[in-house]
């Protein structure tokens, strides 16, 4: 199964093209079974925007890296703990009886992951009336709200270092 997306500009050229490169991030890849770190920050680069480190150290921490992955993840395909949302549009299908979401595939889940942090995002510039500066930032802002732990915070602080040097 290959998603595209396709983006609504004037020009038709940039349509298509950008519809292409969708096709050619995806192509091949197997949406029922987790892919590894790589492949993830590639097609992460392409639909994540500026928040692709964010998301890779999220999975990271949350689900485990190549080979070592969560019950969550490779059951219900969530790679980020994330919970099913009340109020936001979602990708999700359902969720556990302890309230984490279930996708249909890894790429639904990184594409609700994408309009949570963009929420969250929104909600930044709400309060600061500017947007985070980098990742770091962005961490401290969610922490109690994405996660409660102390730990989550100090394992993230390390491993959005650890991903942008990697993947940079």
């Known amino acids: 199964m290959i998603f595209t997306l396709q983006s609504y500009g004037v020009n038709h050229s940039d349509s298509s093209s950008k519809s292409l490169d ?3 991030v995806l192509r091949g890849l197997n949406l029922k079974r987790v892919p590894n770190m790589d492949t993830l920050h590639k ?3 392409k639909y994540m925007g500026r928040w692709n480190y964010l998301f890779l150290a999220i ?3 949350e689900s485990g890296a190549n080979g070592h992955y969560s019950w969550l993840s490779s059951t219900h395909y969530n790679l980020c703990g994330m919970r099913f949302p009340r109020a936001r549009r979602t990708y999700a299908i359902g969720a ?5 979401a279930i996708y249909r595939n890894w790429f639904e889940c990184m ?4 309009i949570y942090i963009e929420s969250i995002e929104a909600k930044f510039i709400d309060k600061n009336k500017r947007p985070p500066k980098d990742e770091i930032e962005m961490i401290h802002f969610m922490y109690n709200s994405f996660n409660h732990f102390a730990k989550w915070k100090k394992d993230m602080l390390v491993l959005i270092k650890y991903v942008k040097k990697k993947y940079k």
Not at 96 to 100: E, I, K, S, V
């Open 96 to 100: 556990t009886n302890t309230n984490y």
């Open 59 to 61: 999975k990271m921490e």
């Open 22 to 24: 969708t096709t050619n």
């Open 43 to 45: 097609v992460a680069r």
């Open 111 to 114: 594409l609700d992951f994408k």
